[in-house]
């Protein structure tokens, strides 16, 4: 008979610092999904000054400097940081910061802010909006991706199993609507462009067995900003 695992509620900081190690390796459908989709939002960023919210292991980090961007990248999570520290030896301004707090940077000083997944983790919006409206330069795009908040009525949301002990932590995060997300957007004077809802796909599924479970359930928004 298989044992029931245990679930155990965890901050936000102490979750990802469990999960820092591998998190890089494990078959999880939403990063699948998210990670292409993030990549087509980019577009060109050769030369641009960009401020990445929540870069954890660096996953964006690495492609985004690639493409030849001055990146500055924040987290608050040290062992996150020690993995993405560890794939870009130099050339990456990484900060460890606690985005809920006023942000480190000064006014009109980035040309693109993005942040991946990390909007379900975020308390209250508008003040997070607004730190994004004010550190970005007139005229930059503001491009975040979250998770979907339909996946909340699968009971899902962020976390780390560890096998070991059977545990499942679960992580600080926030049930907003999509209503939520768009009136920060609004309340704070940002354009918006787009809002995006995406399903897995064939190509999901054969990077991501799990993804299957998820078949026609929107997992992922996406919002694409402009600070006019």
């Not at 044992?3 to 990802?16: A, F, L, P, R």
């Not at 940077?105 to 040309?111: C, G, K, Q, V, W």
């Amino acid at each position: 008979m298989k044992e029931t695992k245990t679930i155990k509620q965890v901050t936000t900081q102490d979750g990802y610092d469990k999960w820092a190690v591998s998190y890089d390796f494990e078959d999880n459908p939403l990063v699948v999904l998210e990670e292409p989709i993030f990549k087509s939002m980019l577009g060109d960023v050769s030369g641009k000054s960009v401020l990445e919210l929540g870069c954890g292991t660096g996953r964006h980090s690495h492609h985004i400097f690639n493409k030849g961007a001055r990146l500055t990248a924040v987290d608050f999570s040290d062992e996150m940081l020690l993995v993405a520290r560890q794939k870009m030896a130099e050339g990456v301004q990484f900060v460890r910061h606690d985005i809920h707090k006023p942000w480190p940077f000064e006014t009109d000083s980035f040309d693109l802010v993005v942040s991946s997944l990390v909007l379900e983790h975020v308390k209250f919006l508008m003040p997070f909006f607004g730190e994004a409206k004010r550190v970005s330069k007139k005229g930059a795009r503001i491009l975040f991706t979250t998770m979907h908040p339909a996946m909340f009525l699968r009971d899902k949301q962020a976390h780390y199993y560890d096998a070991n002990e059977n545990i499942e932590f679960r992580f600080e995060s926030y049930d907003h609507q999509i209503s939520d997300f768009i009136n920060a957007a609004i309340n704070v004077e940002l354009t918006l462009n787009e809002v995006n809802e995406y399903m897995p796909n064939e190509s999901t599924f054969e990077k991501s067995p799990k993804s299957r479970k998820f078949i026609n359930w929107p997992m992922l928004l996406t919002l694409d900003l402009t600070n006019n």
